[in-house]
């Protein structure tokens, strides 16, 4: 499969390869569910916590209305012999079959003094409304199944620490007609979702389109400054060699978010610590306000790089970011964050007249292959990314190719290729195939229709930034591509090509 590359990933890059604050906890078991088709009450009511929910069925979070109804024995495995055909499709069913409600009891005691309470989904596919304690959480329309979203619950949080917490999720619209083409009549692609589910050459259609909260969901307790997205570059100069003893320095970039939640304007430190060094950068945030700081730049003396499967070791550092307000005893939030060091850039080879990939200096001879999906209904697990990538390493591949008709994939699987030394060529979510390239008689739109798609361009552009900030500081992450077989529409390809990734990677 052909691509259109964009850009190349900032040259030189810090990962981030566990991310994690000072208290954070998920929200991932004990969920329950039932389709919106079987309750009449508002969201209102169903967060009540007093109201009943003894007769919902266990729900499988994160996952899929298709991942609960196999776990409960209502379908049958639709991976096995021909059982999706079994299935209900979507499309014929309508919609509300699959739209369903996920209720989920917690324990939180209501916030004390400066303590403030953020609820994040890390990804939900397509669209929802939330609830807590009777209360609407989100105010604006949340779609996208690219798209993280965090919420201050501080002020929703129930005096006597009982919760409830309940989503009702919508699939997406349109769902797109699986007639046997590549991404089904080529609809699924007018929203900003993975295009496989209305079926492929490889895969039949997903008969919920995946709908779900398929990714995590968490909790986290700060101060009044929340930290959040930290970004961090390293300039790795000259060629250098696995063996050497002695290297020569690297320069450490950090920058990071800053959300201000209170009503009064907070002035602090940023800072962190690296060997027996501390760099730190005084700062003001105004209130309910967020802001972005940057500290100063730092020199690791001979450093210990993060190198490529074969070439060498995947060394890896730890330093923990966190903001602490004048007069403050402990960090009103922090990131611990694990990184490697590493550089990459392209040079235009003529013996191949086609680019050189170079990591640290060094020239990498490429053995890649294709990544669409390692399960078509979402069921990951940190320990099943890593086997996965261990495989291919142990296969002697050095590359990944993320294929533009699925995922953005998950943190944990970059964690995997920081581990093993594994490049990742990631593509933006657009397919020639449902996205115009060329005519189709099995699509509903003619091509230039297509070349359109999706019909929201903002949000589009607005997951695009918020994956690229997820994933960015991973040393494995090579190369962005706009897609498969087929750039995005202007109106996309040229922010994210001239704005948002210089700017956010």
Not at 49 to 70: F, M, R
Not at 132 to 155: A, C, D, H, P, W
Request: aromatic fraction near 10%; include cysteine; proline fraction near 5%.
């Amino acid at each position: 499969m052909n691509k259109q590359v964009i850009i190349l990933v900032a040259f030189v890059s810090m990962f981030s390869m566990r991310l994690s604050a000072q208290n954070r906890y998920e929200l991932n078991t004990e969920w329950k569910c039932l389709p919106s088709t079987e309750i009449k009450d508002s969201g209102e009511r169903i967060s009540d916590p007093a109201y009943s929910v003894s007769q919902w069925k266990a729900a499988v979070v994160p996952g899929t209305v298709l991942t609960t109804l196999l776990e409960n024995g209502e379908i049958p495995d639709p991976f096995y012999g021909m059982n999706n055909n079994r299935i209900p499709d979507i499309y014929h069913t309508g919609r509300d079959y699959y739209t369903y409600w996920f209720v989920k009891d917690f324990r939180e005691d209501a916030p004390k003094n400066n303590e403030q309470v953020w609820l994040t989904f890390r990804g939900i596919n397509y669209s929802c409304e939330i609830y807590l304690n009777g209360q609407k959480v989100n105010k604006e329309v949340y779609e996208s199944m690219y798209l993280r979203k965090t919420f201050n619950i501080t002020k929703l949080l129930a005096n006597n620490g009982n919760n409830r917490l309940a989503v009702i999720v919508y699939p997406p619209n349109p769902v797109g007609n699986p007639n046997g083409g590549q991404g089904g009549d080529g609809t699924i692609a007018r929203n900003v979702s993975h295009q496989y589910v209305a079926g492929w050459d490889w895969i039949q259609p997903i008969r919920d389109r995946n709908t779900g909260i398929w990714d995590k969901v968490y909790i986290e307790k700060t101060g009044n400054v929340n930290l959040k997205n930290p970004h961090i570059v390293t300039l790795v100069p000259g060629k250098r060699l696995p063996e050497d003893q002695q290297q020569e320095d690297a320069i450490l970039k950090v920058t990071a978010e800053l959300e201000n939640a209170s009503n009064k304007s907070i002035s602090g430190t940023v800072r962190y610590t690296i060997g027996n060094d501390v760099v730190s950068q005084a700062i003001t945030i105004p209130a309910n306000a967020e802001t972005e700081v940057t500290l100063p730049d730092y020199t690791i003396k001979n450093p210990k790089l993060w190198w490529v499967s074969g070439y060498g070791e995947q060394n890896l550092y730890n330093i923990k970011l966190e903001f602490v307000a004048i007069g403050g005893k402990i960090a009103s939030d922090s990131e611990l964050v694990s990184f490697g060091v590493r550089e990459i850039q392209t040079q235009w080879n003529d013996f191949t007249r086609s680019k050189q990939l170079l990591v640290n200096g060094q020239k990498i001879f490429i053995k890649g292959g294709n990544w669409i999906i390692s399960d078509a209904m979402l069921r990951f697990s940190k320990e099943r990314y890593d086997a996965e990538i261990r495989y291919h390493r142990d296969m002697n591949l050095n590359l990944i190719r993320i294929w533009g008709g699925a995922l953005t994939e998950r943190p944990e699987f970059y964690e995997a290729c920081d581990k093993y030394g594994m490049l990742v060529l990631q593509d933006f979510w657009f397919s020639g195939d449902c996205n115009g390239r060329w005519a189709d008689p099995a699509k509903l739109d003619d091509q230039w229709t297509r070349r359109n798609y999706p019909d929201n361009h903002n949000l589009a552009l607005e997951s695009a930034a918020d994956m690229i900030k997820m994933i960015r500081n991973h040393p494995s992450l090579a190369m962005w591509c706009g897609g498969n077989e087929i750039a995005p529409p202007h109106d996309i390809l040229t922010p994210l090509k001239n704005s948002l990734l210089p700017k956010l990677d």
